[in-house]
């Protein structure tokens, strides 16, 4: 299958797609790191740099999927909470998603996967679930989280699948009770999800790791001011917990939080957010929880003088767990067998 990736960051989402063998023919995305990165590992797939400029009509009948993470800046509990649209009538920065509903509109692909933060449940789904309806697709949603799939942090994030109707349609005759997507593809009604603070304190110090988030390059806080935090149950950031670790274990911090470590942390391969690395090695498995001796494989969770430190980071904070994505992605690959014409 064919895909069309937009807001394609590092490429998260196309990890898990070409592990369901769908593969994207063009990428989207408008930051110059991501951008060098997604040139790095997909070469000669090109990369177009404004969504607002992506014409879906060049795309119709020669892409079967139509996926991508738009912005959360807006959506995030964390964040401005704004929604799509802010109080003024503006389009906010999450609002780009209606760019991706122009595209989808205009290409008519058979399949749509769409991917955000938890807070998009509450701030922005309705809106999403009613602009693809609107266009002819079936659509379901579902919160995963990154610990469902072994991943030693929560990071819960909210995908939604549209399938055309035409192929939705076809499905109806199928049994899909057992598809990976479970609640994404059912016949029932969405069940949605309670709002939730996507980084309760409470999970910020105990058996997982707080997730790494766009800030993750932050500086770690003292000892006695994590303690502090930690007791009065109020939010702490990865790197303090990170640092936190390393003085339990030797005494003292060494370094800064090492991207190579973050990588593992997400799934991703080794070295594929290095720009110096020419040929990432297969991902080996996730780190250790936290208060546990650190796996063989694992890099240093700190290390000093790593070139292009904050842009890894800032770059894997932004980025999905690919893990996370997959089911998805192969519900699509399986609903692709069962309904695509002989």
Known sequence: MKALSLFSGIGGLDLAAQACD????????????????????FPGVP????????????????????????????????????????????????????????????????????????????????????GLEHEGYKVRAVVLPASAFGAPHQRERL?????????????????TAGLPGGAATGN??????EPDDEQPCGRCSGSVWRTPDANTDRGAMSESLFQRRVKARQPININAQV?????QKSGATVGQLNPAW??????????????????????????????EAQKDFEHPRTATGVKHRIKRLKALGNSVVPQQAEPIFRTVEIIEKLTRPK
């Open 47 to 130: 990369v177009l740099s404004d969504v607002r400029e992506v014409n879906g009509d060049d795309y119709r009948g020669t892409v079967d999927v139509i996926f991508g993470g738009f912005p959360c800046q807006d959506l995030s509990v964390a964040g401005r909470k704004a929604g799509l649209i802010d109080a003024d009538g503006n389009v906010t920065r999450s609002g780009l998603w209606f760019e991706m509903l122009r595209i989808i509109s205009e290409a008519r692909p058979r399949f749509i996967v769409a991917e955000n933060v938890r807070g998009a449940v509450n701030a922005a789904l309705d809106v999403v679930k009613s």
């Open 262 to 291: 973050v990588e593992q942390l997400m799934g991703y391969p080794d070295g594929w957010t290095d720009p110096d690395c020419e040929t990432p090695q297969p991902w080996q498995g996730w780190p250790g929880r936290p208060g």
């Open 159 to 175: 995908f939604i699948l549209g399938v055309r109707r035409d192929v939705f349609d076809i499905l109806a005759d199928h049994d």
């Open 243 to 247: 640092a936190h670790e390393e003085r």
């Open 22 to 41: 769908i593969e994207p023919i063009a990428f989207c995305e408008i930051e110059p790191f991501p951008v060098e990165i997604l040139k790095k590992r």
């Open 188 to 193: 029932g009604e969405n069940e949605r999800p």
